[in-house]
Each structure stands twice: as structure tokens, then as C-alpha cells.
T-cell receptor, first 111, second 114 residues
Framework: KQEVTQIPAALSVPEGENLVLNCSFTDSAIYNLQWFRQDPGKGLTSLLLIQSSQREQTSGRLNASLDKSSGRSTLYIAASQPGDSATYLCAANFGNEKLTFGTGTRLTIIP | SAVISQKPSRDICQRGTSLTIQCQVDSQVTMMFWYRQQPGQSLTLIATANQGSEATYESGFVIDKFPISRPNLTFSTLTVSNMSPEDSSIYLC???????????FGPGTRLTVT
């Protein structure tokens, strides 16, 4: 069964620190992986898409990595800000563009 | 990118009734998906709705409960039928502009069934 896991479920970090969010998936035959943020009561905002042929993708203070062999992806956030507080979801595309979502990490940046 | 709108944004419905959720995209897309997010949970795919074909449902979801229409390349509806409190969730539509491309989500419809 293709599954996606995110640990920890919640994380609190002081403002200004760099942090890493983790995502694990069970099937190395992944097409791509997408990171989203979700603010309370809102929809999903796409942050980064990383293809299976890529190892890294960057957008501003965000950097996503993908290691198919180990079944892991990370989202690195540099110089965290209170506005980064949200739930972060990773989603794997194992084929047919259907996304399998992780359980999410609720991030709180402490001012 | 694609801009997606959903109607209604939220609703409170009585047990046994049905609600139809609309999803409108600002550009033509082939692939459209419907997801459910139960309280405190992550997203689960309900079905894939590609224009010109019947919707394809995931395990645990059936057409009688969640009928879907996809009349054209910019619009889809999801109906939640004969609702029960267990159907209280956020329902989101998403689109994939092309294979391997970034996917975009609508703002969601927050449904509460009493």
C-alpha cells in the first residue's frame, strides 16, 4: 500500500530559526512530490513541486529535497517568521496525478 | 497556475438531505479531483473527474453517495447525498493542468451535518 507519513505531527520553533519538516513515503516509484501549506479553515496553497528526476527545488526561503531510494523528502524553511505558522502537508504522486497526502505537521513559530 | 473557486464556501445541512458543491476553474483542464478532509485529518481522494468520461471512485467511495458531474473542461460538481453527521468535512476540488505539473486546490467547502 502506498502511504505517506509526516513526523512530528506538531513543531514549535522560535522566530528566526531554520527548520526542517520531514515526509516519508513507502513506494520509491514516485512521479513527483508536492508540498502545501494549509492555514486554519482554508484551502491548500502549493509551495513546491519536486519531480522524481530532481533532488532539490527552491523557492525563496523554502528548499525541498527528494531522496527516492530512502523514501524521504524534506522541506527546509530558512529564517522562520510568525507568518510561516500553518500546517504543512506533503503529497506524493504515485501515478495518474492522484495525490496521496501525509498527515501533516502543524508548525508554530514563536515570536 | 489555475484559479479555482468553490460554492458554497460553507453550509450547515440536516441529516438525510443532499448538497451539491460546485467547482469552477479559470482555465480548461483535463484532470480534476475531489478530496475530503475530515476534522483533524489529512486529505483523502474521493474520485477523479475527467471530462468526457465517468468519474473514477476510490475505495470506500461510491457513486450513489457522491455523484459527480463534469460537463466541460472548467466545471465540476460533487453531490453529497443522504447526508449523515459523519459526512461533516471540508470538501476540496483540485486540478492538474497537465501530467506531472503542479496541482492546485480550491478554497474548500466546509460542510456541517446536524
Amino acid at each position: 500500500k502506498q502511504e505517506v507519513t509526516q513526523i512530528p505531527a506538531a513543531l514549535s520553533v522560535p522566530e528566526g530559526e531554520n527548520l526542517v519538516l520531514n515526509c516519508s513515503f513507502t513506494d520509491s516509484a514516485i512521479y513527483n512530490l508536492q508540498w502545501f501549506r494549509q492555514d486554519p479553515g482554508k484551502g491548500l496553497t502549493s509551495l513546491l513541486l519536486i519531480q522524481s528526476s530532481q533532488r532539490e527545488q527552491t523557492s525563496g526561503r523554502l528548499n525541498a529535497s527528494l531522496d527516492k531510494s530512502s523514501g524521504r523528502s524534506t522541506l527546509y524553511i530558512a529564517a522562520s517568521q510568525p507568518g510561516d505558522s500553518a500546517t504543512y502537508l506533503c503529497a506524493a504522486n504515485f501515478g495518474n496525478e492522484k495525490l496521496t497526502f501525509g498527515t501533516g505537521t502543524r508548525l508554530t513559530i514563536i515570536p | 497556475s489555475a484559479v479555482i473557486s468553490q460554492k458554497p464556501s460553507r453550509d450547515i445541512c440536516q441529516r438525510g438531505t443532499s448538497l451539491t458543491i460546485q467547482c469552477q476553474v479559470d482555465s480548461q483542464v483535463t484532470m480534476m479531483f475531489w478530496y475530503r478532509q475530515q476534522p483533524g485529518q489529512s486529505l483523502t481522494l474521493i474520485a477523479t473527474a475527467n471530462q468526457g468520461s465517468e468519474a473514477t471512485y476510490e475505495s470506500g467511495f461510491v457513486i450513489d453517495k457522491f455523484p459527480i458531474s463534469r460537463p466541460n473542461l472548467t466545471f465540476s460538481t460533487l453531490t453529497v447525498s443522504n447526508m449523515s453527521p459523519e459526512d461533516s468535512s471540508i470538501y476540496l476540488c483540485s486540478v492538474a493542468p497537465a501530467v506531472g505539473y503542479e496541482q492546485y486546490f480550491g478554497p474548500g467547502t466546509r460542510l456541517t451535518v446536524t
